[in-house]
Nanobody, 124 residues
């Protein structure tokens, strides 16, 4: 059974940093790509970042503007999202996604497995 479990979300102030963690089990993590998506209240879920099995990273440049970094630890079956200089517009539920593809893109359809999400709230 494939499982993706996110953690690390919490309430922070603008300018703070957070690291989200996604632990996975049940599929060939090291041979497959991973991604992060987010969904703000009353908005559709949007792509944040992805990382291929060989480490190529892709970002939603419009929204993260060089503030976020995705990474993976194949030995620990874990993918991370480091978020710096957080803004109120980053408030959302963040979802980890796993793909059977080696290099998934920005579409939800590229991903086969999803976590339950972790809430990030940025406010003063």
């Amino acid at each position: 059974q494939v499982q993706l479990t996110e953690s690390g979300g919490r309430a922070v102030q603008p300018g703070d940093s957070l690291r989200l963690v996604c632990k996975t089990s049940g599929f060939m993590f090291s041979n497959n790509g991973q991604g992060w998506f987010r969904q703000a209240p009353d908005r559709e879920r949007e792509f944040v970042a992805s990382i291929s099995w060989y480490g190529i990273k892709t970002y939603n440049s419009d929204s993260v503007k060089g503030r976020f970094t995705i990474s993976r630890d194949n030995a620990d079956y874990t993918v991370y999202l480091q978020m710096n200089n957080l803004e109120p517009e980053d408030t959302a539920v963040y979802y980890c996604a796993g793909s059977r593809r080696a290099s998934p893109g920005s579409l939800e359809g590229d991903y086969d497995f999803w976590g339950q999400g972790t809430q990030v709230t940025v406010s003063t």
